[in-house]
């Protein structure tokens, strides 16, 4: 299988209170010096093991990859395509955030080569978005919903957060409704979950905010695949809704155990038997290219139980399931017969999946499923 490029752009505009993943708050000048480091780290690695791969995935993720100009996203896919072999039709992805977005920005994206967008909305509720910590507004997410359409993307996936403290069920699915029918091929949504150390783990911790129980965010995942099935799109990963041929092959990579390069700060590689990670700091990271050294930060051989486990982790959540022999070596048989009898699993041959009842709590079963 070919390929997919995870290019890490570690900016935001403010730091959302739910959010644990590595991103900073960069000014104009910090962020052309890490653009300009992003280059150095492609340049190092053109003579590397990953040059000699086939591409045809590239996903720029963060942070909040829109704070780049257009023209230097155009740069940065310029020299990945002269640097690895990237194929004509890849799958270009780019995150990109409301507030940071306009007609002319998407159209310039267009142009940089981007051609599948996927939008940071979360939620269409101001008292909900203030409560992740989101600058933007609902009229904002809309407008550029919007203006992403007029710029002539027509593939666009929306983001959304469900179990956000306050919201209500008739909330979710009129929110559910209102994407399903602007125009999206794609979306992800996520159930809220209270990361160690966030500021909202603060506020709930403090009684400024009630989380939503699992009882009720168990009836709106089943709301969400209720509404957006009866709009034409299928699940295909426990978070994931596509319209037929717009599931996102980047994504597909991690789940399928395929290989990938992450460029940027805190981005993660898999070659099928290595696992590494770039160093989880800016300023490292550009000392560290800049002085002509490979920014890695963590690196280890897996072991086919190890791999095994990761087939098994990631696999399971799609909904083509994972072979019975790609994750022999940690599979609990009694567990799964257990769980086929009690309709979280279906075999088929031997493949096993999830049933619908095993998405509401897809983690459980795998780790139910994996041997001592």
């Given at each position: ?7 890490h752009?570690?900016?935001c505009?403010?730091?959302?209170s ?7 708050v960069?000014d104009?000048?910090l962020?052309?010096?890490f653009?300009?480091a992003l ?5 190092l690695?053109?003579?590397?093991k ?21 023209e230097?996203v155009a740069?940065i896919?310029r020299r ?6 990237i194929t004509p039709n890849a799958?270009i992805?780019l995150?990109?955030?409301?507030e940071?977005?306009t007609?002319?920005n998407?159209e310039?994206?267009?142009?940089a ?6 939008l940071?909305?979360?939620a269409?509720?101001?008292a ?7 600058i ?6 809309r407008?550029a919903?919007?203006d992403?359409?007029?710029a ?5 996936s929306?983001?959304?957060i ?11 699915k009129n929110t ?6 602007t125009?999206?091929?794609h979306?992800?949504?996520y159930?809220l ?11 709930i ?5 009630t ?15 209720e509404?957006?099935?009866?709009h034409g799109?299928?699940?295909y990963e426990?978070?994931?809704?596509a319209?037929?041929?717009?599931e996102?092959r980047?994504?597909?990579k991690y789940?399928?155990?395929n290989?990938?390069?992450g ?8 070659d099928?038997?290595r696992?590494s990670?770039n ?6 990271y ?8 490979l920014?890695v930060?963590?690196k280890?051989?897996?072991?086919e ?6 087939r ?7 909904a083509?399931?994972?072979?019975l022999?790609?994750?022999?070596p940690i ?10 009898l ?16 095993g ?10 499923l994996?041997?001592?």
């Open positions: 299988m070919p390929a997919g490029i995870y290019v752009i570690p900016f505009l403010s730091k959302c739910y959010c644990d993943f590595y991103s900073i960069g104009r000048q962020i052309d010096d653009a300009g280059l150095a780290e492609i340049e690695l053109s003579d590397s990953w040059q000699n791969r086939v591409y045809n995935t590239v996903f720029f993720g963060g942070g909040t990859p829109s704070l780049l100009k257009p230097i740069e896919s990945l395509r002269q640097v690895f072999n799958e992805s995150e990109a955030n409301p940071t977005v007609v002319s998407f310039g994206l267009r142009k080569g981007i051609n599948r967008l996927s940071g909305v979360q269409l509720n101001d909900y978005l203030r409560t992740l910590g989101r933007h507004t609902a009229k904002t997410a407008r919903l919007a992403a359409f007029k002539g993307f027509d593939n666009v929306v983001d959304l469900f179990a956000i403290p306050g919201q209500s069920m008739a909330d979710w559910l409704e209102e994407i399903a029918e125009g999206p091929v979306l992800s949504a159930g979950t209270i990361e160690p150390g966030t500021p909202l783990e603060k506020d911790g403090e009684g400024k905010v989380p939503v129980d699992s009882d009720s965010q168990a009836e709106m995942y089943i709301a969400l695949n509404i957006m099935v009866s799109f299928g699940r426990v978070s994931n809704f319209r037929p041929g717009f996102c980047h994504n597909l789940w399928n155990d290989k990938y390069l460029l940027g700060p805190a981005a993660h590689s898999y099928g038997d696992r990670s160093v989880k700091n800016v300023a490292g550009i000392s560290s290219v800049k002085s002509g050294r920014p930060g963590f280890e051989h897996l072991t139980n190890q791999k095994a486990r990761e098994l982790m990631m696999g399971l959540r799609t083509e399931g994972v072979t022999e790609s994750v022999d599979l609990d048989s009694g567990a799964m017969q257990q769980l086929l009690q309709d979280y699993i279906k075999r088929t041959n031997d493949i096993i999946a999830l049933t619908d009842k998405f509401l709590i897809a983690d459980e079963i795998i780790v139910k994996i041997r001592g």
